[in-house]
């Protein structure tokens, strides 16, 4: 979410509709019945009621959903997920039983390609699921995700947890995530020189229009830009842009004839004569 939506959530609470709420609701009033440990009509009841008061006083802005779902991606998501639980496990047993020093932590930083709150919580939370590897802080501004990794004492094994937890954030923005966490993915694969994935039709329309947004505007993407400061920006590029070329080339001369002097040892070196702005006069240039 960029700073903007983000303050804008902070300043006037915009309330969602009930059916928005409601699998919030029933997951509260499920909570409640089971730590009753009974279902009647009165621990219902009481649930909906304390339900209700939880989602008034201790509101916050309902997660977005991307509507899509790839089978096949989340398949691999999970298959990939058992994999790494099941190696994980192993690795951590045979540190333990193996007659060595306590081998070395790391806090690895993660910066995830997405800028889903989605994404970012689900990735964490696979991280944790893995055996040797805790989420001890995130950073949801940036996007960036702090493990605390066993048995990491050198860059190698480092970089090999980051490229873990990377490729858990793939398959999950590929699984479920949207058509724009799936071009974010798809810019980091072509990068390293991997072909795009869930590449259909409605995904390469998607994809050419965000590039052509960014080869465009070529200010910071959405999602990281500050309204105000791009518009004073915008306005500083364009009022150097149209600054009188005179003045520049006055500027630029005599910081060339400084240069000329400090090497020659002191000696004042000839500087040229400030090239007139287009459509100006000698007597406007001696006015100036």
């Known amino acids: ?51 209700l008061i939880l989602v008034e006083l201790f509101y916050l802005p309902a997660v977005e959903l991307s509507g899509r779902v790839n089978a096949w991606w989340a398949l691999r998501f999970l298959l990939g997920m058992l994999w790494h639980i ?11 039983l193996r007659p060595a020093p306590v ?40 996007a960036v995700i702090y493990l605390h990794v066993l048995n990491a004492p050198d860059e190698r094994h480092v970089e090999a947890a980051r490229r873990e937890a990377l490729a858990l954030e793939e398959q999950i923005a590929l699984a479920i995530g949207s058509r724009d966490d799936v071009w974010r993915i ?51 590029v364009a009022s150097v842009a149209s600054a009188p070329l005179g003045a520049a080339g006055a500027v630029d001369a005599r910081a060339a004839g400084k240069h ?12 040229s004569a400030p090239a007139p702005a287009s459509g100006s006069t000698d007597e406007e240039d001696d006015r100036g």
């Open 1 to 51: 979410m960029s700073p903007r939506a983000e303050n804008q959530y902070v300043g006037e609470r915009h309330r969602h509709p009930f059916l928005v709420q409601l699998p919030l609701l029933v997951g509260l009033v499920a909570l409640w019945c089971v730590l009753w440990g009974h279902v009647d009509v009165i621990s219902v009841g009481t649930g909906v009621v304390f339900s």
């Open 86 to 96: 099941a190696i994980a496990s192993f690795q951590i047993a045979w540190l333990a």
């Open 103 to 142: 081998p070395t932590s790391s806090i690895v930083a993660v910066h995830l390609r997405t800028r889903s709150d989605l994404i970012l919580t689900l990735t964490a939370e696979a991280n944790i699921l893995v055996p040797g590897s805790v989420v001890v802080e995130t950073d949801r501004l940036h």
């Open 186 to 236: 798809n810019e980091a694969r072509r990068e390293r020189g991997l072909a795009p994935a869930a590449y259909g039709r409605l995904q390469r329309l998607h994809e050419e229009r965000r590039t052509a947004q960014l080869s465009g505007v070529g200010l910071e993407e959405p999602g990281f830009s500050f309204p105000e400061f791009d518009a004073a920006a915008a306005a500083a």
């Open 260 to 271: 000329a002097e400090d090497a020659a040892g002191g000696a004042p070196a000839p500087a």
